[in-house]
């Protein structure tokens, strides 16, 4: 029998991008950094026909570019390496793989890397192949599902092989060092809380800017669209973080319930109110880091027409006590001019100036996700002299990560992710009543566009997006934070 603390991984869609690019190079480091456990095996499987050779080359590829890259470690890593050309859609051939599994006696890690067309059949191939017990950790990456029905839809097969405690629903936005950071800027200093409130707080802004286009997924992307592959997860979870009321400890259950809470407060949008709290646009072509690209609708395998926003901007609004007037303001969008991910506190003005010879600012919170992690404040200053008049300058206090904690290397979010989900934590990742209610409020957003026939509109890549979306804050003497 498998015991409860002695796993392998089997990473089904082993041959593709994620599981190359991010899964391999990340369990890479744990091994090389002494987070694997010593006898744990990593069969990967994949309907793709691989030569064991190739397949190690090309996980070596991506990670022997890099400096840190360690040739013993990579050598007694491939050995723990085992990949199998064979279809885990198919119960029989899954039931033989299964016995072959079974021999090491140990539970499984099983990670689902492969498209969401495939994740049904895989499914119900894993039930019937009986590879799994209540031992058994499962992993899944976004998308989980398109809507909020299909993914009760997904989630309710998953539940019937599995307990919640071992589904692990990955958003890889939570194993971002930054991100977590925010838990411990808001609840390890006394300093933010009493004014993390509608009494000094004017607005807050969520900005996930890429440079990159549709990156050759443009048939998952013009399906998608920017609302559904970024809002519904990476910033509805970075607003989640930011708005939730203190968690009682940092179990897995006590900080979703608090994040579901939040959820479960954003003010509908629909069709009344969409036009006034929505913009979408998509992207034409332009210029991105000094290169010229082409637009969306030339972008190869594009469906003509296509309708699909790669940029959303909108004012979310929380019901609640702590959050009454004040809004959220989220964008994210493809070929914006820099690959930027922060969030802005932008507090209210002092009730009271009584410096009358020079302007004071309010203060501005800027928590930097990506890239150069770090937090800056904009306090307002005296500049120095005798003059009678004193002159107020805004100053900036900086605290840079990378310049403070000499850390050797960028350490990616799959990493930690992967070691929690070894560790059995589940604290970074989403609850089932999570992921549903975001799709809830995304779905409405989503009919509301269609009922008043939103029309699409577009920016030039390499531009912060369309002007309708500096008027969503202008219209409220607002605006967004660029620096
Ligand atoms: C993914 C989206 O979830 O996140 C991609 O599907 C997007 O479209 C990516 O490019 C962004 O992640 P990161 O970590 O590069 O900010």
Known sequence: MPTDDAYNILIIGAAGDLALNKLYPALYYLHRDGNCPEEMSIYGISRRTLRKNTFLNTIKSNIAADKFFDDNAWQSFARRLIYTSLDATDPPTMKKFSRELKKTRRSLIIYLAMPPNLFTATCQSLKSADIVNEHTRIVVEKPLGDSQHSFIETNNLLSDIFHEQQIYRIDHYLGKEAVQNLLVLRFANLLYEPLWNHNYIDHVQITVAETVGVDGRAQFYDATGALRDMVQNHLLQLLCLIAMDPPATLSSNAVSDEKLKILRSLKTIDHTNARDYTVRAQYTGGAVDGKSVVGYMEEKNMPAQSTTETF????????????????????????????????????????????????????????????????????????????????????????????????????????????????????????????????????????????????????????????????????????????
Not at 351 to 358: A, D, L
Not at 437 to 460: L, M, S
Request: charged letters at 25%; glycine letters at 6%; aromatic letters at 10%.
């Open 312 to 483: 959303v901007a909108l004012r979310a609004e929380i019901d609640s006590w702590r959050w009454s007037g004040v809004p959220f303001y989220l964008r994210t969008g493809k070929r914006l001019p820099k690959r930027s991910s922060e969030i802005v506190i932008q507090y209210k003005q002092v009730p009271h100036i009584i410096f009358p010879h020079s302007a004071a600012s309010p203060n501005t919170l800027i928590i930097r996700l990506q890239p150069n992690e770090g937090i800056q404040l904009k306090v307002m200053n005296k500049v120095p002299g005798l003059d009678q008049d004193i002159e107020l300058s805004p100053m900036t206090l900086d605290l840079f990560f990378s310049k403070i904690f000499a850390q050797n290397r960028h350490i990616d979010a799959y990493e930690l992710l992967l070691l929690n989900v070894i560790r059995g934590d589940t604290t970074l990742f989403m609850r089932a009543d999570e992921v549903e209610a975001a799709w809830e409020w995304v779905d409405k957003i989503r009919a509301g566009w269609h009922k008043i026939k939103h029309p699409i509109g577009q920016y030039t890549a390499g531009t912060w997006g369309p002007t309708d979306a500096v008027a969503l804050l202008a219209k409220r003497d607002r605006s967004w934070y660029e620096q």
